[in-house]
């Protein structure tokens, strides 16, 4: 049984490009979460999908959005990227009602 | 707002030596708390987790309890291996499941031989 997959491992950016991260969540699962992880300090939660749709948002500047496709899978887009952007991209998915996240390896962004 | 606090960092231990890392919480109602570990270079892997007040997660020889009159859920282990160096996040979420994970800032483990 897969788990939470995404892609691509490692990505180099410049200041003000966009990019798109992906995830595909473990079988089963049809919500997914995203994640900022500054660098030592905890993940932060950016939104969650559920049926297609964004269900709950964190903190984040309208430049980070989101889609889920029919297959549950998902991508994160930033657009205007700033050196602040640069972090670990965590993708995390579960089932409705279960207080399990289940996270995936990570994409590293590096913007320069 | 719902957040954590845990113990600063790093920690530093001898092989079989007693570990605790503190975690706070500030929250309304009744939250879910977690233990989640990050090994090197790897995502986030649930520890072990508690529902209720009172109730007792553990895995793989750690454990921690749900306190809700001191608002903590501290991570203990009687002795630690090697293999337990990592970085250690207490979380938490609102009650009722599917609801986003609020993290602590983390806490790294190294455990020497």
């Known amino acids: 049984d897969a788990g939470v997959t995404q892609s691509p491992t490692h990505l180099i950016k410049t200041r003000g490009q966009q990019v798109t991260l992906r995830c595909s969540p473990k079988?089963?699962?049809?919500?997914v979460s995203w994640y900022q992880q500054a660098l030592g300090q905890g993940p932060q939660f950016i939104f969650q999908?559920?049926?297609?749709?964004?269900?709950q948002r964190g903190n984040f500047p309208d430049r980070f959005s989101g889609h889920q496709f029919p297959n549950y899978s998902s991508e994160l887009n930033v657009n205007a990227l700033l050196l602040g952007d640069s972090a670990l991209y965590l993708c995390?998915?579960?089932?409705?009602?279960?207080?399990?996240?289940?996270f995936g390896p990570g994409t590293r962004l590096t913007v320069t | 707002g719902n957040s954590v606090t845990q113990m600063e960092g790093p920690v530093t231990l001898s092989e079989e030596a007693f570990l605790t890392i503190n975690c706070t919480y500030t929250?309304?109602?009744?939250?879910?708390l977690f233990w989640y570990v990050q090994y090197p270079g790897e995502g986030l892997q649930l520890l072990l987790k508690?529902?209720?007040?009172?109730d007792k997660g553990s895995n793989k020889g750690f454990e921690a309890t749900y306190r809700k009159e001191t608002t903590s859920f501290h991570l203990e282990k009687g002795s630690v291996q090697v293999s337990d160096s990592a970085v250690y996040f207490c979380?938490?979420?609102?009650?009722?499941?599917?609801?986003?994970?609020?993290f602590g800032k983390g806490t790294k483990l190294t455990v020497n031989p």
């Open positions: 995390a998915s579960s089932f409705p009602g279960s207080y399990v996240q289940y």
């Open positions: 079988s089963g699962h049809d919500t």
């Open positions: 999908y559920y049926e297609e749709e964004e269900r």
């Open positions: 929250a309304t109602g009744y939250p879910s």
């Open positions: 508690a529902t209720k007040a009172d």
């Open positions: 979380a938490l979420s609102k009650q009722g499941g599917s609801e986003k994970l609020v």
